[in-house]
């Protein structure tokens, strides 16, 4: 595993150069040989490659090979099954169709009709080498599971982080003779995100999720301690044989990205964004005082969320139809900096997690860019996002695109943005780099400028300290924490969270 080029010969090179309708970059060549290697082992393995890399090229290399071995075996084929999120079915068919002549079949309703889907027999599958279809769907498609697959493969696995959920126990129901998955976030918040990965690629490798959790939390409690440092060289030495990941940042892996580079863009409120949230730190004050259990917790988080609406805007709170950019620091911020990306003739893309407030972004920046952009959210149609991402790569399309972070974060690529704006912030640093990664990936020409909008004095600026912990808990890990949940929180420790500093946030300092 250590060195699978000098396993795998000269057959990887020489069937991919008559198979593959493309060139693979000298790490991707590496990926392809590692997942081979453990292919012919039949061993599972995790390509946790960062965002952008190309990990969908080299599993389609990987199937090549698979299908070009089994004629020189002359051996039967099984069909492979690919499972995706719904958002990236078409990506996956187009990458198929640009790099590949392999026969893929889509097990989706949004591609062939429900009842082509009910029952599906393994002889309907012969002379199909891949299978696709969606987490969501293998919930429904009895079939799926009554056949043995060569190959399982997951696409954003981080999907089934959650042992408990009913759709990761679906996953592991599925049956086959190898597993590998994909992503680019294999620790998205807590460690116990990287046991349930490894539960379903190698089995019983990190033992029970109980006796994990129990150590994890054991050894968790000081992350300076000697007991943690060993800790995490344990767990990495266990896991890397069988996870491979490399970085845009290292110059070694690939040279000709342009730079990124993350700001703070810290963002003042606005008098009535003061009031509102003074009001709303008053109200959780005397609203926690005898509050316990569920009830304390589903009070918590539905003021987490009334905070964080508050700073993007009072109107988003108050539920009022007008956006008056003079209400909102943040709407002042976003104007700034998109005049000058107007002036630059230069394209942005602005990611949020709230549905409502996308059309009064996107009226509000097409008045500035004196043009129509282009907004995408969970009740945009699959096969429609597709034509908007050709629409916004276009060299004359256009300036910006307003996105939810959840239905846009993922699976497309959009290198002709060389600005990310993100207008609130998702407690996960990993779906927040995915965003970013839109237009920070291959095929980028341009340096990439993100923006962090941050409501100084507010509970974003402690948001943006957890985020920082979270990135730093991954990087022990895989390169070589914790989190404190706010709903578990004590009432002191949670007040402190929230907590407005009224000189910050009107912008004294």
């Not at 949004?110 to 080498?129: C, M, P, T, W, Y």
């Amino acid at each position: 595993l250590k060195d699978p080029q000098s396993i795998a010969g000269s057959f990887v090179e020489t069937t991919l150069k008559a198979e593959l309708q493309g060139v693979l970059r000298p790490y991707q060549l590496s990926g392809v040989q590692w997942m081979w290697l453990l292919y012919q082992l039949k061993l599972g393995g995790c390509l946790a490659d960062d965002m952008g890399l190309g990990k969908t090229i080299q599993v389609l290399s990987l199937l090549l090979l698979v299908r070009a071995n089994n004629t020189l075996q002359m051996a039967k084929p099984k069909p492979h099954l690919l499972v995706v999120p719904a958002s990236l079915l078409g990506n996956w068919q187009a990458e198929m169709k640009r790099f590949t002549n392999l026969q893929f079949w889509i097990a989706h309703a949004s591609v062939n009709k429900r009842e082509s889907l009910k029952d599906v027999k393994a002889e309907f599958l012969s002379g199909i080498d891949l299978v696709i279809t969606t987490y969501a769907a293998i919930q429904r498609l009895a079939w799926i599971k009554e056949i043995e697959w060569d190959l399982l493969i997951l696409d954003e696995a981080q999907q089934i982080k959650n042992p408990g959920t009913k759709q990761t126990r679906s996953v592991k129901e599925i049956k086959s003779q190898v597993r590998m998955i994909l992503t680019g976030t294999p620790i998205e918040n807590r460690l116990g995100d990287l046991w349930s990965l490894f539960d379903f690629t190698s089995p019983g490798l990190l033992g029970t999720s109980k006796k994990f959790t129990d150590y994890v939390k054991k050894a968790g409690k000081d992350f300076s301690s000697s007991q943690y440092a060993r800790f995490i060289a344990t767990l990495r030495g266990l896991t890397q044989p069988y996870i491979l990941r490399r970085l845009k940042s290292d110059k070694r892996i690939i040279s000709d990205l342009p730079d990124k580079t993350e700001l703070q863009t810290f963002c003042s409120l606005s008098k009535e964004q003061l009031q509102l949230y003074q009001q709303a730190v008053q109200e959780l004050t005397m609203k926690l005082k005898g509050t316990e259990g569920i009830e304390r917790r589903g009070l918590v988080l539905s003021f987490l969320l009334r905070f964080k609406q508050i700073c993007n805007h009072p109107s988003q709170w108050l539920g009022y139809g007008e956006y008056s950019s003079e209400l909102s620091g943040k709407f002042q911020r976003l104007q700034e900096i998109c005049e000058e990306i107007a002036a630059k003739q230069e394209k942005v893309l602005i990611f949020t997690q709230f549905r409502e407030i996308i059309p009064f972004i996107a009226t509000f920046l097409s008045q500035i860019f004196g043009k129509e952009g282009l907004v995408l959210h969970g009740d945009v149609p699959i096969n429609k996002r597709a034509d908007l991402v050709d629409r916004f790569q276009q060299e004359q399309g256009p300036p910006f695109f307003v996105l939810s972070i959840k239905a846009g974060g993922t699976g497309l690529t959009l290198t002709k943005a060389s600005h990310v704006i993100h207008f609130d912030r998702w407690w996960n640093p990993a779906v927040e780099n995915q965003a970013t990664d839109r237009a920070y990936r291959i095929g980028q020409k341009h340096p990439v400028l993100v923006h962090k909008f941050i409501c100084r004095g507010t509970i974003e600026e402690k948001i943006d300290q957890m985020i920082e912990m979270k990135k730093n808990l991954s990087k022990d890990v895989l390169e070589g924490g914790g989190e404190v949940s706010l709903t578990e929180m004590n009432d002191d420790e949670l007040l402190d969270m929230i907590s407005l500093d009224i000189h910050r946030a009107m912008g004294d300092n």
